[in-house]
């Protein structure tokens, strides 16, 4: 079966700590996206790749650092500057580099104490 | 700039009521438009969608209509099921291609 997958599905980890979340797909979809979820507040783009080795930032990239290797992996680290990193995370992809249509995984809930 | 605007919820219908979630949208152009649904715990999946003027978008009973001069993709469905509990989520295509902007979310609780 083609699809996103995210793991783990939950995370704990101390402040001060990097952790890095895993995105994966086979899909074969050029771009990726990650997003972040806190309760009432909607999903806020992190950072997006449209192609292999290149990526840009969304509106909250600050503490937050990415890399695009591979077509089918696009990882999330979680730095200890991130003030607040506690929330579910998502990782979306889409097929092309412009399309709209966005496909997601099943999310990582982040807690950090 | 682009934003979507939806209903606050939460919803609470009973079962067979009809369902109207408002969403609006602000942009140049003509955006794409799509509904997102989100069951607990779990990711976004794509309910429907629309990509120009007066094109409606369906699936599993839900529907919703790309009017331009209202600049809204209300969701709507006739007959709602306990199943359709779940979050809600409108969204439009940005100025900046491939990146999409999401409403906050609407919490929708059917009872039985």
């Known amino acids: 079966d083609g699809g996103i997958t995210q793991s783990p599905k939950y995370l704990f980890r101390k402040e001060g700590q990097n952790v890095t979340l895993s995105c994966e797909q086979n899909l074969n979809h050029d771009a990726m996206y990650w997003y972040r979820q806190d309760p009432g507040q909607g999903l806020r783009l992190i950072y997006y790749s449209q192609i292999v080795n290149d990526f840009q930032k969304g509106d909250i990239a600050e503490g937050y650092s990415v890399s695009r290797e591979k077509k089918e992996s696009f990882p999330l680290t979680v730095t200890s500057a991130q003030k607040n990193p506690t929330a579910f995370y998502l990782c979306?992809?889409?097929?092309?580099?412009?399309?709209?249509?966005?496909?997601f995984g099943p999310g990582t809930r982040l807690t950090v104490t | 700039g682009d934003s979507v605007t939806q209903m606050e919820g939460p919803v609470t219908l009973s079962e067979e009521a009809f369902l109207t979630i408002n969403c609006t949208y602000t942009?140049?152009?003509?955006?794409?438009l799509f509904w997102y649904v989100q069951y607990p715990g779990e990711g976004l999946q794509l309910l429907l969608k629309a990509t120009k003027a007066d094109d409606k978008g369906s699936n599993k009973g839900f529907e919703a209509t790309y009017r331009k001069e209202t600049t809204s993709f209300h969701l709507e469905k006739g007959s709602v099921q306990v199943s359709d509990s779940a979050v809600y989520f409108c969204a439009q295509g940005g100025s900046t291609l491939g990146r999409l902007y999401f409403g906050r979310g609407t919490q929708l609780t059917v009872w039985p």
């Open positions: 979306a992809s889409s097929i092309e580099p412009g399309a709209y249509e966005q496909y």
């Open positions: 942009a140049t152009g003509y955006p794409s």
